[in-house]
């Protein structure tokens, strides 16, 4: 995971590579870990139920509760500490997710469990906020959307292979046992903050400002946050319901679909990370395309089985690389403070994570699960639009990731339109 290439600014943030990469792997760990903990109920809700007198929908809720804690909380959050060292940002959020973690674990009843959920919930809606910019920044301008790519493959390996130890340990000892495991974890990570990365005001940061600003280009990015996300979210909301009731696959066969699934998230996040520096629009347009044929093939063809794994291998892998290359365009042109740029594209995707729930959620009442796909394609469709808009009607970005280095080398202060 060492990223090589030499500094190319004398930007106060950026530190040597072998201390960087450090950091950049106890990131990515946080990031899973962060992930996990935002589903863990969702693996455990069987256990969790009856040992806090409750029922299923209840524990299901704690996650509803907290995705909508991270939509409301994160612009104000990032507002709040703007002019806070990411330091003592990052390793106050992985140090109030490690209580709260611990919380969740000893938690006695219901309530006190959800008291520690919403609290863990703010945690992570200032970490999304500050890691992107903090770790991204610790690096030269030319590698960070290989830094961010390899930032996401936490969250692509937090399904597939974190969900599934955690459940594992949970039915083998108890619940609670998997929340001290992420909290014994989360420690370490916060020690490693602490003790690595670099004091530098938000300002000085390398990757404080972004080297191409731009209003109107973050607009189009938003609008396509927007539209891919709910476009979606619908499929991964109801994919299992599909797969069963159109694909005519056991429920039995669920847990190895889902790890088709989620290994093509995998080498998606991967593959991505070898062109996104180079080809940041390129990568966006082709990912939003192949999430638009995998709908298709999942409306059209889904009774098949083969052809129903086909596109939920495409799928998978294309909607794996949409978050970091979404990201990478918002770090090249955020106007301002590229945190609250980061911080107003992580609140829309929270918000296209609850539309496409609940647009899969009308759909399969009023007309049948296999007509989510299809809403979901003429979604993305319209994402894959708006992102060529953007690229027609907005002064062209340099092509070669060398030029990234240039800019902020001579004219780090830019004018956004």
């Known amino acids: 995971?060492?990223?090589?290439?030499?500094?190319?600014?004398?930007?106060?943030?950026?530190?040597?590579?072998?201390?960087?990469?450090?950091?950049?792997?106890?990131?990515?760990?946080?990031?899973?870990?962060?992930?996990?903990?935002?589903?863990?109920?969702?693996?455990?809700?069987?256990l969790?139920?009856?040992?806090?007198?409750?029922?299923?929908?209840?524990?299901?809720?704690?996650?509803?509760?907290?995705?909508?804690?991270?939509?409301?909380?994160?612009?104000?959050?990032?507002q709040w500490t703007k002019n806070i060292p990411r330091r003592w940002v990052l390793s106050a959020t992985v140090g109030v997710a490690t209580l709260g973690t611990l919380w969740a674990g000893f938690a006695g009843g219901y309530e006190s469990l959800l008291a520690a959920r919403l609290v863990t919930a703010l945690a992570q809606a200032l970490f999304w906020v500050a890691v992107l910019p903090g770790t991204?920044?610790?690096?030269?301008?030319?590698?960070?959307?290989?830094?961010?790519?390899?930032?996401?493959?936490?969250?692509?390996?937090?399904?597939?292979?974190?969900?599934?130890?955690?459940?594992?340990?949970?039915?083998?000892?108890?619940?609670?046992?998997?929340?001290?495991?992420?909290?014994?974890?989360?420690?370490?990570?916060?020690?490693?903050?602490?003790v690595l990365f670099p004091t530098v005001k938000p300002s000085e940061g390398g990757a404080s400002r972004a080297p191409f600003p731009s209003r109107r280009r973050l607009?189009?990015?938003?609008?396509?946050?927007?539209?891919?996300?709910?476009?979606s979210f619908g499929l991964i909301t109801f994919v299992t319901q599909l797969m069963q009731d159109v694909a005519g696959y056991a429920r039995s066969d669920m847990p190895w679909l889902l790890a088709v699934q989620g290994a093509a998230g995998v080498i998606g996040t991967i593959l991505v990370a070898r062109f996104l520096d180079r080809h940041s629009w390129g990568s966006l347009v082709t990912a939003i395309a192949i999430v638009v044929l995998a709908q298709v093939l999942l409306w059209a063809?889904?009774?098949?089985?083969?052809?129903?794994?086909?596109?939920?291998?495409?799928?998978?892998?294309?909607?794996?690389?949409?978050?970091?290359?979404l990201s990478h365009r918002?770090?090249?042109?955020?106007?301002?403070?590229?945190?609250?740029?980061?911080?107003m594209s992580s609140a829309i995707f929270n918000l296209g994570i609850a539309a496409g729930s609940g647009l899969g959620a009308a759909l399969t009442a009023a007309v049948g699960v296999r007509w989510v796909p299809l809403a979901g394609a003429g979604l993305a469709l319209l994402a894959l639009g708006v992102t060529l808009a953007e690229n027609r009607f907005n002064p062209p970005l340099p092509a070669h990731r060398h030029d990234v280095d240039e800019v902020l080398a001579t004219a780090p202060e830019v004018v956004a339109e």
């Open 301 to 325: 063809f889904s009774p098949n089985h083969v052809v129903a794994v086909v596109g939920l291998f495409l799928f998978g892998g294309a909607f794996s690389t949409i978050p970091p290359a």
């Open 1 to 46: 995971m060492t990223v090589t290439s030499p500094p190319a600014t004398t930007s106060p943030g950026i530190v040597d590579a072998r201390r960087a990469t450090v950091i950049l792997v106890a990131m990515a760990v946080s990031t899973f870990l962060f992930v996990l903990v935002e589903g863990l109920p969702a693996g455990l809700l069987t």
């Open 48 to 78: 969790m139920a009856p040992d806090l007198e409750t029922t299923t929908s209840r524990i299901g809720l704690l996650v509803t509760g907290y995705a909508l804690v991270v939509l409301v909380a994160t612009v104000p959050l990032a």
């Open 136 to 194: 991204a920044g610790l690096f030269p301008p030319r590698v960070r959307g290989r830094v961010i790519s390899r930032l996401a493959l936490g969250n692509s390996l937090a399904p597939v292979l974190g969900l599934p130890i955690g459940t594992w340990l949970g039915e083998h000892t108890s619940w609670r046992v998997t929340f001290w495991a992420v909290a014994a974890l989360s420690t370490l990570i916060f020690v490693i903050v602490i």
């Open 330 to 343: 918002v770090m090249l042109v955020a106007p301002g403070s590229t945190d609250m740029g980061v911080a």
């Open 219 to 231: 607009g189009f990015q938003l609008v396509t946050t927007a539209l891919v996300v709910t476009a």
